[in-house]
């Protein structure tokens, strides 16, 4: 069990640009989910996948926000046309699809930084 | 819709005070509720979870949180504080029925002071 992993640690992009986050799992996990967390606030819920298939998303996530998670495996979150308001924690989190309300392992997060 | 308020934004103690953070949720539905942690540059940590059964629930590094359904309360406690356990503390709540999602509050800063 190696926890989950996400790269970048840190992004820092200019307003208008596209950036690509990615989020590795452990291994036998079925569940994904994806969070934004700013400052002073708890994490909220950006979308999340069973396997590979992305089964629910949040409001929050606009058009410019995509997310895959192709084979199931790793999964990436795209943004594009990077506004200063993206600005946050992305936060990736994988659990067992047997329980649904088991433990989310929750990764260190991507910092995002929109100039 | 589920929510969860957590009363206190900063709770700053000595080192070997107790300690007790709050946190009261709303639903319509019954619910399951969580306690991470989330030090410096980390993610977040489960410290404990309530789904069913005993009330009081014990979790890790010596954390305790007790389920109050009347007063719809779900309060972390600790009896003795260290150093280490300066962090972020988050309260999570997952209405049953429902696609499992947590909702956070919005977090207590614990500063333990020597």
């Known amino acids: 069990d190696t926890g989950v992993s996400q790269d970048p640690r840190h992004k820092i992009t200019k307003r208008g640009q596209n950036v690509t986050f990615r989020c590795d799992p452990i291994?036998?996990?079925?569940?994904l989910y994806w969070y934004r967390q700013t400052l002073g606030q708890g994490p909220e819920f950006l979308t999340y996948f069973q396997n590979e298939a992305q089964l629910e998303k949040s409001r929050l996530l606009s058009d410019r926000f995509s997310a895959e998670r192709p084979k199931g495996s790793f999964s990436t979150l795209e943004i594009q046309r990077t506004e200063q308001g993206d600005s946050a924690m992305y936060l990736c989190?994988?659990?067992?699809?047997?329980?649904?309300?088991?433990?989310?392992?929750f990764g260190p997060g991507t910092r995002l930084t929109v100039l | 819709a589920q929510s969860v308020t957590q009363l206190d934004s900063q709770v700053p103690v000595f080192e070997e005070a107790p300690v007790e953070l709050r946190c009261n949720y709303s639903?319509?539905?019954?619910?399951?509720l969580f306690w991470y942690v989330q030090y410096p540059n980390q993610g977040l940590q489960l410290l404990l979870k309530y789904l069913s059964g005993s009330t009081l629930v014990k979790g890790i590094n010596g954390f305790e949180a007790e389920f109050n359904k009347s007063q719809t309360s779900f309060h972390l406690r600790k009896p003795s504080v260290h150093i280490s356990d300066t962090a972020e503390y988050f309260c999570?709540?997952?209405?049953?029925?429902?696609?499992?999602?947590?909702?956070f509050g919005r977090g207590t800063s614990l500063i333990v002071h020597p």
């Open positions: 989190a994988s659990g067992r699809l047997a329980a649904s309300t088991d433990t989310q392992y």
């Open positions: 639903s319509s539905v019954s619910v399951y």
């Open positions: 999570a709540v997952i209405a049953s029925g429902g696609s499992y999602i947590p909702t």
């Open positions: 291994s036998e996990h079925n569940r």
